[in-house]
């Protein structure tokens, strides 16, 4: 009986041990991962801050940096074990995840060569709603109402994904009508801008359905690094695509 009661025990703790090793194998990789990805978002915005001819390349390397910026945090709260980090890293990934899209959005007016429709009262609107969700989630008692734990997406976070699609959508479409406009030459050679805009979409509705806040902010910072990766083959292999405004 003793001999069993050992056998069992030796296993369990065989059965432990290799638990602990998958898990440890897994935070290496996805530490390897975050790593290669911050590299990857700092070189693509550096190069594209250097050549900077095409239309949207400045708007583009802002969001390279933006994306590093994000990546950054998505690390130190994973990989360091920093206390109660869990309240601040939703702030930066909220801020992060409106800045990002309006950065996208710039960059396909930009590219489109469509920057006239801009003005002080529009960049004023774009600054709204990052402000007003941050406003809000740092007081606390509008935070229980609007950011409360709950089994479905909070109000606050509704609004704020509700602005982020009207944003990647916008762009989508400032992009498709562009290329419809033009020979399908430029499709061939700049397409993979339109493939890239549509990544972090895919990202973001793949988070709506999806309730685990690590694996979100993970799949979201994967579909706008493939993005940078779509948006910076397809300028390098086109020249400006629009000579005036539409």
């Not at 602990?20 to 590299?39: A, D, E, G, K």
């Not at 606390?140 to 734990?149: D, G, K, L, P």
């Not at 890239?196 to 690094?225: D, H, K, M, W």
């Amino acid at each position: 009986v003793l001999k069993l009661i050992y056998t069992k025990f030796d296993a369990a703790v065989s059965l432990e041990t290799i638990n602990h090793q998958c898990i440890n194998l897994r935070t290496m990789q996805l530490q390897f991962v975050s790593i290669f990805l911050i590299i990857l978002a700092i070189t693509m915005g550096a190069i594209l801050f250097v050549f900077k001819k095409t239309p949207g390349s400045s708007s583009l390397s802002l969001l390279a940096f933006l994306i590093a910026a994000w990546i950054s945090a998505y690390h130190l709260y994973m990989f360091l074990d920093i206390p109660d980090s869990f309240l601040e890293l939703r702030a930066v990934h909220l801020f992060f995840l409106a800045a990002t899209a309006t950065t996208l959005f710039y960059f396909s007016l930009s590219y489109t060569n469509r920057t006239h429709w801009l003005n002080k009262s529009t960049i004023l609107f774009f600054l709204i709603e990052p402000i007003v969700i941050q406003i809000l989630y740092w007081t606390e008692s509008s935070r229980r109402i609007y950011f409360s734990q709950g089994n479905g997406l909070e109000v606050g976070e509704q609004f704020n994904l509700f602005y982020v699609l009207i944003l990647l959508a916008g762009s989508i479409v400032l992009f498709v009508d562009t290329f419809l406009h033009k020979p399908r030459t430029y499709f061939l050679r700049a397409g993979t801008i339109i493939l890239g805009a549509l990544c972090p979409l895919f990202g973001v509705l793949f988070t709506i359905f999806n309730r685990q806040f690590e694996i979100n902010l993970l799949a979201l910072i994967v579909s706008y690094c493939l993005a940078i990766v779509g948006f910076a083959y397809g300028i390098s292999n086109s020249a400006l695509i629009e000579t005036a405004p539409l």
